[in-house]
C-alpha cells in the first residue's frame, strides 16, 4: 500500500487549522490578555503576567455588581435548563402518539429558531407591555387602588425573559429528543409491559436510562444557550440584567483589561459545564455496560 500523503491531504489540514483558528482564535486571544500585569492594556504586546485584573474583577467594576449579575444568570440558567429538559422530553413522549396537526404544532415549535433574535425580543416585551396595560385597567375597574398605584410590571428575570430564553432553547431540546425517539426501539418497552411494569416504571426504568446521555445534552444545551443569551434577552428582561447583558454594556465604558478578564470567567463556567455533561454522560455509559455485565 502507497502511505504517501499527497497534496490535496497537506491542503485539507492546512484549511482545518486555518478554521480552527478562526473559530478559537478570538477565545484564545482574550484569556491570553486578562492575565496581564497591572500597567496592561487591551492589545498586545503584554504588560507583565498577573492575577491582577480578576482581583479588579471581584472588586467590582464601576456601577456593575458583577457578583450580583453572575447569580442572576447562574439561576436563570438553572430554571431554564430544568424547564428545558422537562418540556423537551415530555413533549417527544407525546409526538411518539399519531395525533392529528403534529405536523404544524412541530414547526410552530421550532419556527422561532428561524426568526431574528432581536424581533423576538421585542414581541415578548410587547406582549408583556400589553398585560401590564390590562392588569393596570383591571386593577382600576375593580377599585383596587393600592395595588392599582403599587403595580409596575410584570416584566421580569423569571417572567418576560425566561419565557424569550425559552423561545431559543426549547426547539434545539425538541430538536434533539425528536431525533432520539426516531431512532429509539419500542421492543425494549413494550418487554417491560409485558412483564407487568406501568407506564411509569418503564419510562423510569427501561426509556430513561436509554434516553439519559441526550437528556443530558439537552440540558446542556439550555445552560450555556442561556448562560451567553443577548439578544432575545435585551428587550424583555425588566429591570435586573444578566451577566451577559452587563458585559455586553462594558464593552462601551471600561478600558482595562478587567473585561478581559470577566471573559476569561464567563467561558470558563459554560466550558466547565460542557466538561460536566460529557461526564455525566460518560457515567451513564459506565453504569449501563455494568448493568449489561450482570446481566449476562
Given at each position: 500500500m502507497n502511505d504517501k500523503r499527497g497534496f490535496s491531504f497537506y491542503a485539507l489540514a492546512a484549511f482545518f487549522a486555518l478554521f480552527?483558528?478562526?473559530?478559537?482564535?478570538?477565545?484564545?486571544?482574550?484569556?491570553?490578555?486578562?492575565?496581564?500585569?497591572?500597567?496592561?492594556?487591551?492589545?498586545?504586546?503584554m504588560r507583565g503576567v498577573s492575577l491582577h485584573w480578576f482581583s479588579k474583577l471581584m472588586e467590582g467594576v464601576g456601577v456593575v455588581d458583577i457578583g450580583a449579575a453572575f447569580m442572576r444568570s447562574l439561576k436563570l440558567g438553572l430554571l431554564v435548563t430544568a424547564l428545558t429538559v422537562l418540556l423537551s422530553v415530555s413533549a417527544a413522549l407525546a409526538f411518539r402518539k399519531r395525533m392529528r396537526g403534529a405536523n404544524v404544532l412541530f414547526y410552530v415549535a421550532v419556527a422561532s429558531l428561524i426568526m431574528p433574535s432581536i424581533i423576538?425580543?421585542?414581541?415578548?416585551g410587547l406582549s408583556f407591555r400589553l398585560l401590564d396595560t390590562a392588569l393596570k385597567f383591571l386593577f382600576d375597574w375593580a377599585g383596587w387602588t393600592g395595588m392599582s398605584e403599587s403595580f409596575t410590571t410584570t416584566m421580569g428575570l423569571y417572567t418576560s425573559a425566561l419565557g424569550a430564553q425559552l423561545t431559543w432553547?426549547?426547539?434545539?431540546?425538541?430538536?434533539?429528543?425528536?431525533a432520539?425517539?426516531?431512532?429509539?426501539?419500542?421492543?425494549?418497552?413494550?418487554?417491560a409491559l409485558d412483564l407487568g411494569a406501568t407506564p411509569w416504571q418503564s419510562f423510569r426504568h427501561v426509556v430513561l436510562p436509554l434516553?439519559?446521555?441526550?437528556?443530558?445534552?439537552?440540558?446542556?444545551?439550555?445552560?450555556t444557550l442561556s448562560w451567553d443569551e443577548i439578544a432575545r434577552s435585551s428587550q424583555a428582561i425588566g429591570d435586573l440584567n444578566t451577566l451577559?447583558?452587563?458585559l455586553?454594556?462594558?464593552?462601551?465604558?471600561?478600558t482595562t483589561p478587567v473585561i478581559y478578564a470577566l471573559g476569561t470567567l464567563t467561558t470558563a463556567i459554560s466550558f466547565l459545564v460542557v466538561g460536566l455533561a460529557i461526564g455525566i454522560m460518560a457515567l451513564v455509559r459506565r453504569r449501563a455496560r455494568g448493568r449489561k455485565l450482570q446481566a449476562t
Open positions: 480552527l483558528l478562526f473559530l478559537y482564535g478570538p477565545t484564545i486571544t482574550i484569556f491570553i490578555l486578562s492575565f496581564q500585569g497591572p500597567e496592561g492594556g487591551l492589545t498586545f504586546p423576538v425580543s421585542l414581541g415578548v432553547t426549547l426547539p434545539f431540546g425538541l430538536l434533539v429528543m425528536f432520539v425517539f426516531n431512532r429509539f426501539n419500542s421492543a425494549y418497552e413494550e418487554a434516553i439519559a446521555p441526550s437528556v443530558v445534552g439537552v440540558g446542556m444545551f439550555g445552560f451577559p447583558l452587563e455586553q454594556g462594558l464593552t462601551t465604558t471600561v
